[in-house]
């Protein structure tokens, strides 16, 4: 599977946008783009996912790169409820999702 | 999208015994089903793939015969760990495939005393 580094953690003040990167260089032009978000003591959620075109919905917004080795998730107004590890997967053909390290959200009041 | 149950929420066991944790897809048949683990402070590791009616395919590095899935249903898959032992506490998670998504229970905490 195509790895994915994202930084460790990242802080933004609430009800500011906050963009968190991500960088998958090694893409396979199959490879779809997952967003997952994991709150305390929970199991991952879904945030969103895309392949070539940038992607709305109403969690956040997925920016990818022309090239596609990297993209960024975008959360349009952070709230308190949004701090969480964010998890950047790489999807292929595979039906299995294999998690990185992860981005931890904190989000300042 | 699915809805994904998990029982216990948490569980205590001593050491050398066997606990059970089931996996539930309450609004979905789910062919297939995965199943996490999650130290503290660290990212979640796939332990195996669970299809209905078939053997699990199991990750390198993980024991299938201290882990044994068994996939019985389409809305039910369970984990059990055999003999435990304080090196297995953990946070187990399991998911259900549906579409292009997978979809994640609440996890099981696992203390091994």
């Known amino acids: 599977d195509a790895k994915t580094t994202q930084p460790n953690s990242m802080e933004s003040n609430e009800e500011e946008p906050v963009h968190l990167p991500c960088n998958h260089s090694?893409?396979?032009?199959?490879?779809?783009i997952h967003w997952y978000r994991q709150l305390p003591s929970q199991g991952p959620e879904y945030v969103i996912h895309?392949?070539?075109s940038n992607v709305n919905n109403r969690m956040a917004s997925l920016a990818i790169a022309e090239d596609r080795k990297s993209s960024t998730l975008i959360l349009h107004r952070a709230t308190l409820r949004d701090a969480a590890v964010y998890y950047c997967?790489?999807?292929?053909?595979?039906?299995?999702?294999?998690f990185g390290a992860g981005t931890r959200l904190t989000v300042k009041p | 999208g699915a809805v994904v149950s998990q029982h216990p929420s948490w569980v205590i066991c001593k050491s050398g015994t066997s606990v059970k944790i089931e996996c539930r897809s309450l609004?979905?048949?789910?062919?297939?089903m995965f199943w996490y683990r999650q130290f503290p402070k660290q990212s979640l590791m796939l332990m195996a793939t669970?299809?209905?009616?078939?053997?699990?395919?199991?990750e390198q590095g993980v024991e299938k015969d201290k882990f044994l899935i068994n996939h019985a249903s389409l809305t039910l898959s369970t984990l059990t760990v055999t003999s435990a032992h304080p090196e297995d506490s953990s946070f187990y998670i399991c998911?259900?495939?549906?579409?292009?998504?997978?979809?994640f229970g609440p996890g099981t905490r696992l203390t091994v005393t």
């Open positions: 895309g392949l070539t």
């Open positions: 669970s299809n209905e009616g078939s053997k699990a395919t199991y």
């Open positions: 998911s259900v495939l549906s579409g292009y998504e997978q979809y």
């Open positions: 609004d979905f048949q789910a062919t297939t």
């Open positions: 090694t893409i396979s032009g199959t490879d779809y």
């Open positions: 997967i790489l999807k292929g053909n595979n039906n299995d999702m294999r």
